[in-house]
């Protein structure tokens, strides 16, 4: 296990680097980043000189291998906004995204496993119906959409809840729906259809014959099987949550790296958005190798081969 | 060596009302099981034998399968009277059941201790410690080769052969009055196949447990049971002595069968086939099930099911032919 996490670690390095390589050449497509970042009536002068201040004189394979280096070195450049270095920035936001995308995904499995589950047991009843046409809702819903939608209902309308910004627990409930629905939708499905496969299976009747409470056949028999398809879209889900929270962020004002990468877009500060996207790069293999740790100790046919 | 009835069905009838309309999968079966006995169920497949095991331990799709009739006394009660939970504690507990691929019977998740202990251990709580030395015991009984270490493994580390004997294994942990085996060495390689049959031979013989055999192969029926029924088309047609029915076969099915079996001794062209397909099972002729495929056909088959007659000492066939003996 350890030789494989070790492996696996130096394949991240091996990534990382074809991303920071294309994250800087793409970049570099868009044209000169100093004439993005100078205002229109700046003088010829000025151009000069933010080109040597940000450092895009010189060919384009020198300018690389500098970026290199210092991003080897930990460092990414500095922000053109903040006058600070784009990594801070982004670490100095990063644990707000992280308050918001435990409480989303504990919501979510919360939600799903049981009606997934429900769903399975009871397949074409009412309730199977029911939570089906609420996936396809969940699913179907862009998040932008329904973030405004609701701070129009609660906030604005019934004046229940905050619309923006980050506070007490109330401030939570907006994001974590908005961010939330299209999860419980994609488990649910995913754990009725498994669910449904498995409860076919030989073993689940092996189980019966041995006078299993329908609980335990369920809860555990079925169960840990059905989770072991739901981990690998939790890796999915996962990644996107922490670095594509930027719709959501953006519309409920929350500080967190999913708004700094809209703010980077949009104020074309070049230096941070390649650091973010890097950083990014980073967290999603961190969040692979956990779930491939997770699935060895789920499936055992795993670790022992 | 056989006892008093332990097991004795009447009449069972279990039908599926599926969309496309009601298959009657199990129509009218009837047999006992005495202790210390083992009852082979022969037929070819999709005639009624998993149903039939199935609907004794009511363990069919409940939203799809129903037994609309019948009886199945065990120690004098009827199960199909019996609650949910009544039927749980009948379950793993008086009847056991081994299923026919060793191979997706076990959870692959959980380890063959944690497995087997569910079931050793729903017989009169006791300590963990001890749940576990009986597991190992009852893994010896099956004669599984260094039990303290297969309780820690997982199904993938098993071959077919041993995970055969796990699932023997949790049959028979809570000393069953009735066994159902069904098919249990069809998925196994051949050379297993008869070390498997010997060790369940010797596990019956030794509790006197009543055993339902279920096969489709007749070489295991001659070296497994005691009495045999043939089962066609969800009716069995013909039951006795395993060999009062192999020397003297009544019913023209068990005929053709015996028949194809082919023979070691004997050289042959070309073995013996029966003709077309048996009945769908959702449209089944009025008269004799067989009686398209029979070669001795008249015109009473079609017209009426055949009586059960008389063909021996415990020995009857349905066949209109045995009328004019």
């Given at each position: 296990m350890r030789r494989y996490i070790v492996q696996r670690l130096l394949q991240g390095v091996f990534l990382v680097l074809i991303v920071t390589t294309i994250v800087f050449f793409l970049g570099r497509l868009t044209g000169n980043p100093a004439d993005m970042v100078?205002?229109?009536?700046?003088s010829e002068e000025d151009r000069q000189e933010m080109i040597e201040t940000l450092g895009l004189d010189g060919p384009v394979h020198t300018q690389f291998f500098i970026f290199m280096g210092n991003a080897l070195q930990?460092?990414?450049?500095?922000?053109?906004?903040?006058?600070?270095p784009a990594a801070e920035v982004f670490f100095s936001r990063l644990p707000n995204t992280m308050k918001i995308v435990p409480a989303t995904m504990i919501v979510a499995l919360v939600l799903a496993i049981p009606l997934g589950i429900l769903s399975a047991l009871r397949r074409g009843s009412v309730t199977d119906r029911f939570s089906g046409a609420i996936a396809v809702l969940g699913i179907a819903t862009p998040n932008f959409w329904l973030g405004i939608l609701l701070i129009y209902l609660f906030?604005?309308?019934?004046?229940?809840?905050?619309?923006?910004?980050?506070?007490?627990?109330?401030?939570y409930i907006l994001p974590t729906i908005t961010l939330g629905t299209f999860l419980v939708a994609g488990f649910m499905r995913l754990i009725r259809s498994s669910m449904l496969e498995i409860l076919d299976s030989e073993f689940v009747k092996l189980a019966r014959i041995k006078g299993l409470s329908e609980f335990k056949v369920i809860w555990k028999h079925c169960l840990r099987n059905a989770l072991i398809p739901v981990l690998s879209l939790w890796g999915v889900f996962m990644g996107g949550l922490v670095t594509g929270a930027i719709v959501t962020e953006t519309v409920f004002a929350w500080p967190g790296v999913g708004r700094l990468t809209y703010e980077a877009v949009i104020f074309r500060d070049f230096p941070l958005l390649q650091a973010v996207i890097i950083m990014d790069a980073i967290l999603i293999l961190f969040i692979n190798l956990l779930v491939d740790i997770l699935y060895a100790y789920v499936d055992p046919r795993i670790r022992y081969t | 060596m056989t006892g008093e009835t332990v097991l004795e069905v009447r009449d069972l009838h279990t039908h599926f009302f599926l969309r496309r309309g009601v298959v009657?999968?199990?129509?009218?079966v009837s047999f006992s099981l005495r202790r210390g006995e083992v009852l082979g169920l022969v037929g070819e497949s999709g005639c009624g034998k998993s149903v039939t095991a199935l609907s004794l331990l009511r363990l069919l799709p409940k939203d799809a399968a129903r037994t609309v009739r019948g009886e199945v006394v065990l120690d004098g009660e009827?199960?199909?009277?019996?609650?949910d939970r009544e039927m749980r504690q009948i379950r793993g507990q008086k009847i056991a059941m081994i299923l026919q691929d060793p191979q997706t019977s076990?959870?692959?998740?959980?380890t063959i201790g944690d497995q087997l202990q569910e079931a050793v251990a729903r017989q009169n709580g006791a300590g963990r410690g001890s749940v576990m030395q009986r597991v190992v015991d009852v893994l010896r009984r099956v004669k599984l080769a260094a039990p303290e270490q297969r309780i820690r493994?997982?199904?993938?580390?098993?071959s077919g052969g041993m995970k055969q004997r796990v699932v023997g294994a949790i049959a028979i942990s809570c000393e069953p009055q009735v066994m159902i085996a069904?098919?249990?060495?069809?998925?196994?390689?051949v050379t297993i196949q008869l070390q498997y049959l010997q060790l369940l031979k010797e596990l019956q013989a030794s509790t006197d447990m009543a055993m339902l055999f279920i096969t489709h192969d007749f070489g295991v029926v001659a070296k497994m049971c005691d009495r045999v029924a043939v089962m066609y088309a969800g009716r069995i047609v013909e039951s006795g002595p395993v060999r009062e029915v192999f020397d003297n076969p009544a019913h023209p099915y068990t005929q053709a069968l015996i028949a194809s079996v082919p023979k070691m001794r004997q050289e042959v062209g070309l073995l013996h086939t029966i003709e077309g397909q048996p009945p769908a099972l959702s449209d089944l002729p009025?008269?004799?099930?067989?009686a398209p495929r029979?070669?001795?056909?008249?015109?009473r088959c079609q017209a009426a099911y055949p009586d059960t007659f008389h063909a021996g000492e415990e020995h009857s066939a349905s066949c209109w032919r045995l009328a004019d003996d």
């Open positions: 100078l205002p229109e009536d700046a930990g460092d990414l450049g500095l922000s053109i906004r903040y006058r600070q906030s604005v309308q019934l004046g229940w809840l905050p619309s923006a910004r980050m506070g007490g627990f109330t401030h | 009657q999968a199990v129509d009218g009827n199960l199909l009277d019996k609650s076990l959870n692959p998740v959980f493994q997982y199904p993938h580390q098993l069904d098919e249990p060495t069809t998925a196994l390689d009025e008269g004799c099930r067989f029979c070669e001795f056909a008249e015109a």
